[in-house]
């Protein structure tokens, strides 16, 4: 079975940053790719930013240029890099991963709170 932890959210005034970190535990994990997603209350749970084994990514344009994805295989650990954060930021932010197996899995979701 495997257990994603995310960790890192909080709140933070307009123009802070954060970095948000999701831990995969479990056996034999071989994560092909991983990204993180958003949902803000009232609204769909929405794609932020992607990764994938190579390391190539892909952002929604509303973060390019502000968040930054990345990853350390060693450690099964996927980070998001926030910067400039705006009030619209606001959300719970999930992590998600895809194994090899082609299996998609979940985290718990931090909330981040950006204040204007």
């Known amino acids: 079975q495997v257990q994603l932890v995310e960790s890192g959210g909080g709140l933070v005034q307009a123009g802070g940053s954060l970095r948000l970190s999701c831990a995969a535990s479990?056996?034999?994990?071989?994560?092909?790719?991983c990204g993180w997603h958003r949902q803000a209350p009232g609204k769909a749970r929405e794609y932020v930013a992607w990764?994938?084994?190579?390391?190539?990514?892909v952002y929604a344009d509303s973060v390019k240029g502000r968040f930054t994805i990345t990853r350390d295989n060693a450690k099964n650990t996927l980070y998001l890099q926030m910067t400039n954060l705006k009030p619209e930021d606001t959300a719970a932010y999930y992590c998600?991963?895809?194994?090899?197996?082609?299996?998609?899995?979940w985290g718990q979701g931090t909330q981040v709170t950006v204040s204007s």
């Open positions: 998600r991963i895809t194994t090899s197996q082609a299996r998609d899995y």
């Open positions: 479990g056996s034999n994990i071989s994560i092909r790719s």
């Open positions: 990764i994938t084994s190579g390391g190539s990514s």
